[in-house]
């Protein structure tokens, strides 16, 4: 019998049809990734010819859909789980957290009351509870599962100055960081209020490291002049080299200073999965808060974030509003006993995250997710050998956290044009699409950079996306007229 139009119900048929080869499709995709280009970039007016289009009245057919999605929409994209997607930070997914998002999604699940979702909040709070374990934090802490490590930092701050700050002091109030403190820093100051220069960014080492000798020349100064210093940001692995701040003194200090430290370790923090990572988080265990993102080095699918607090009672103060809620969720609230998440979160309407983290480690077990992270800082060092064998590359920062920087930098080529070079090669190695490697900024110089976390790199991967990026560079090169 046909539905009904509105319903928005396939028939039977068609929706096991469909279903099926969209699964088929998935398994497809991921036995072929490796052979496909790792980007695709199409023009606006490609794109524009073939989607810009009225909105259909009436039903179209399933499969000639899903057949428009891979080849229309999926065609002009990166895939961020391919094995030579170096840039940025890698979103290398596994295939188990996908499905549990089919899950998530099929079942709609609006994780934020213990009426509506109780077995998913305890789901995503025993899986909060490993990662307190791991990093040692102690029992009176919590967290709460986010967007990413842009809204983990957002809600970090808040916590922060609502546990810290007294509305009078919001305008006085000074935020501490390094030179290669992340942009959602600075983007959460804004949203909350607060001005630019209340953000004391001060030069990192030569390792790219918050100097805690700084910080505190810092804060007597701000002091002297009447501000209030209340929160510093360290960073457990940056995005640029993998750095991480000297956590156990920055604990000691602001301990003695009676300031939150918060660790952004969006990108690092995983690493707590490895006992080889959790020596080089040492002190993570001292911080007020830090952030994690699975969606990272944890394998998972986008979205999914972390922010840990060592204390719950201060993320419930700064995000439950009882008094202010509205009428309509009373009946929701339920006993004191039973747990609803929203009360520490800015989100409301919140989806199950917690599920493709949990059921991936159910399914692999803590142990592979270990190796997979000990894999990846190897595969880094591998690149830096690779690139240490010929010439004309130059390593701007060695290998750490599966980050490795560098440059071609021949000696026939002048300084001045050795920046706008280096961005020809990385302009040249997202056009050839065989590997994704773009650069940076390092003391106002432009360096190239790998970032090495899919366990699914082969050497033979890094051996290639190495000779690929020497081809490149000696093609720039000649084009230069220098070489």
Sequence with gaps: MKNPNYLLQLTDDKAYTLAHSIVDRLLEYQQSLAHLPVVQVKSQSQLRASLWEPLPAGPGNPSAILDRVQKEIFSSTNHETHPRFFAFI??????????????????????ASWLEASGPAIVE???????????????TAGGTFLSGGSLANLSALVTARDALLQPNDFSRSVIYGSD???????????ILGFQKPQFHRLASDSEFRLVPHSLRAAIEEDRTAGRVPFCVIANAGTTNTGAIDPLPALADLCEREKLWLHADGAYGAAALFSAAGR??????????????????????????????????????????????????????????????????????????????????LQVFGADAFAAAIDRTPYLAEFAQQQLCAIAQWEISTPAQMAIVTFRWAPKEIS??????????????????????????????RTVLRLCTINPRTTETDIEQTVAALTRAAQAVSAQFGDN
């Excluded at 290669?180 to 804004?190: E, V």
């Excluded at 920046?419 to 106002?444: K, Y």
Aim: net charge neutral.
């Design 90 to 111: 890698p979103g290398p997914s596994n295939f188990v957290g996908a499905l549990a998002e089919f899950l998530r999604t099929s079942y709609n699940i609006f994780a």
């Design 180 to 190: 290669q403190a992340h942009s959602s820093i600075a983007r959460a100051m804004r």
């Design 415 to 444: 300084a001045a044009r050795l920046d706008f070079l280096n961005r020809a090669i990385a302009s040249r190695m997202q056009q050839e699409a065989f590997a994704l490697v773009l650069s940076t900024e390092l003391r106002g």
């Design 125 to 139: 709070l025993v899986t909060l509870d490993w990662i307190r374990q791991l990093a040692g934090y102690p029992e």
């Design 279 to 360: 020596k080089l988080l040492q002190g993570l265990d001292r911080v007020d808060s830090f952030s994690l993102d699975p969606h990272k080095w944890l394998f998972q699918p986008f979205d999914c974030a972390i922010l840990l607090v060592r204390d719950r009672n201060h993320l419930r103060h700064a995000f439950h509003v009882r008094e202010d809620e509205a009428e309509y969720l009373q009946d929701a609230r339920g006993k004191e006993e039973e747990i609803n998440l929203w009360d520490y979160s800015p989100e409301l309407t919140r989806p199950f995250r917690a599920l493709k983290l949990w059921m991936s």
